[in-house]
């Protein structure tokens, strides 16, 4: 089956500090789509990535996709409390969405 | 807020007892989406609805069925209830076009089971 390995599961930074997350799979990707979810709430979506080498940025966040597209970033530069929750990749097999296990974002002021 | 609603917010029951989760998607949305999130298993796809059809499974146990109706919005039924689906449960809903992944999912508050 589809193998989607989100690395790290867990990381507690510094305010201040970047994060990183990534997202590789078993096999080569159409898209890529991020999620965060805020302790408590619902999957948001981020942003959807489908050129290979794409790079795209929303403020302090940069997300790119693999130029083989087989995995995905996702660069939190300066991080700050509102950033803390689970950050999700999730990727399309078999018509299925299928979400990697998520990395838990934890920033200390 | 995404615009999707789910009701109930929390539901407890007990083993063997079967409960019924509704959502309705956002206005001019014609897909939803289930998924069951607890601590061990993540976020898993239930089952996907276009348009009132059946459009793609996923881990959907068979004790476990759902449909959505032709207002839109879905229910998913979740029967003989065991202590292991004490889980979150989010619908999404999109607009549906083309494949699964290309289409900008919108959560749900979710529905919280605890089974007793």
């Known amino acids: 089956g589809q193998q989607v390995m989100q690395i790290p599961q867990y990381q507690h930074v510094q305010e201040g500090e970047d994060f990183t997350t990534y997202c590789n799979s078993s096999?080569?990707?159409?898209?890529i789509q991020w999620y965060k979810q805020r302790p408590g709430g619902h999957p948001v979506f981020l942003i959807q990535?489908?050129?290979?080498?794409e790079v795209k940025k929303q403020k302090r966040l940069t997300f790119q996709f693999g130029e083989a597209k087989k995995n995905s970033s996702l660069h939190i530069t300066a991080t700050q409390t509102t950033d803390v929750g689970t950050y999700f990749c999730?990727?399309?097999?078999?018509?299925?969405?299928?979400f990697g296990a998520g990395t838990i974002l934890r920033v200390k002021s | 807020d995404s615009g999707v609603t789910q009701t109930p917010k929390h539901l407890i029951t007990a083993t063997g007892q079967r409960v019924t989760l509704r959502c309705s998607p956002r206005?001019?949305?014609?897909?939803v989406y289930w998924y069951q999130q607890s601590l061990d298993q993540g976020l898993q796809f239930l089952i996907q609805?276009?348009?009132?059809?059946?459009?793609a499974k996923g881990n959907i146990l068979e004790r476990f069925s759902a449909q959505q109706f032709p207002d839109l919005h879905s229910e998913l039924n979740l029967s003989s209830l065991e202590l292991g689906d004490s889980a979150l449960y989010f619908c999404?809903?999109?607009?549906?076009?083309?494949?699964?992944?290309?289409?900008?999912?919108?959560f749900g508050p979710g529905t919280r089971l605890t089974v007793l």
């Open positions: 999404a809903s999109s607009v549906g076009l083309r494949e699964i992944s290309y289409n900008e999912q919108f």
């Open positions: 096999t080569t990707l159409s898209n």
């Open positions: 990535l489908v050129k290979s080498g």
């Open positions: 999730a990727l399309e097999y078999g018509n299925k969405l299928v």
């Open positions: 206005s001019g949305d014609l897909s």
């Open positions: 609805y276009y348009n009132g059809e059946e459009r």
